[in-house]
């Protein structure tokens, strides 16, 4: 329950209404209903009636959201892109992603989007989906990189699911090895979108469901071992920005984005991801 109010005053010309007192969660679909109370009697509930927040981004202390199904971003847009209406931003080719500056640093939290224009056999080995980073430079050579990869042709092996992230400096570095990204060959679906979830604390695990919250096929993680000074070393970019896409194909030597893929219903935080963020939406699958 979000809201339970007592006491509320009948208003003037028998019409009653109340205003919450905290915000309410954009780009979500709340229910409510109400009744009667005079001295000890209580009617019965109204029936339940329901209503959408505002479709809304916002960038604020520990939390992010980017809806990008109606033509803007709270992001900037960098490259070639189309916003697809009721879909989300298309990247329509390796050098074009969207970079957030988060309005704070996260050693620890969830970075989960949905992504479609996915197929077998994209036309490079490591493709990006979605990266952070310490650097609006050339993330390759971030000491704080974070990517997620759909690998295409010569991908070691082709079409895997793959990952990395540094810890301060390459040399402390998880990653995907060839046994895991062997048993992470995967033949998506381009006009399915995809539910990926990257959470990163003492480790990296990345999972991808058919939809938000259902149909887990692929879950891989990987804890850290890198101490200083008998403490697990932590995730700390400073800045701290998000990307949609890549952008390391501008500089090299890696691939950039995966060329057309689809993105929206973007969160990044310090928390696991509200169940009815996004619930607003309406969106195909």
Avoid: C
């Amino acid at each position: 329950m979000l809201a339970h109010q007592t006491g509320v005053a009948e208003g003037a010309g028998g019409t009653t209404s109340f205003t919450p007192d905290f915000d309410l969660q954009p780009a979500t679909h709340f229910y409510w209903r109400a009744r009667l109370v005079q001295g000890t009697a209580a009617s019965e509930w109204t029936a339940t009636r329901s209503f959408n927040t505002a479709i809304v981004g916002y960038n604020r202390a520990g939390e992010l959201y980017d809806p990008l199904i109606y033509g803007t971003s709270i992001g900037t847009i960098v490259g070639s892109t189309t916003f697809l209406p009721g879909q989300g931003i298309k990247l329509n080719d390796k050098f074009a992603y969207v970079r957030y500056l988060l309005a704070q640093p996260l050693s620890a939290g969830e970075f989960s989007l949905e992504i479609a224009g996915l197929s077998p056999n994209g036309p490079g080995a490591k493709l990006k989906l979605f990266e952070m980073s310490d650097t609006t430079g050339n993330t390759f050579n971030s000491p704080w990189l974070v990517t997620a990869q759909y690998r295409g042709v010569a991908g070691n092996p082709d079409n895997a699911i793959a990952y990395k992230m540094r810890l301060g400096d390459p040399a402390y570095q998880l990653e995907t090895d060839g046994n895991d990204r062997a048993q992470s060959v995967r033949a998506l679906d381009p006009a399915h979108f995809y539910f990926f979830k990257m959470t990163w604390n003492d480790g990296l695990r990345m999972i991808i469901q058919n939809a938000v919250g259902v149909g887990t096929t692929y879950d891989v993680e990987y804890k850290s071992t890198v101490y200083f000074d008998k403490r697990l070393i932590a995730y700390a970019p400073n800045p701290h920005y998000a990307y949609l896409g890549g952008n390391d194909t501008r500089e090299g030597p890696e691939d950039g984005t995966w060329p057309g893929e689809i993105v929206r219903n973007v969160f990044i935080g310090n928390k696991p991801r509200p169940a009815s963020l996004g619930s607003a939406l309406a969106l195909p699958r």
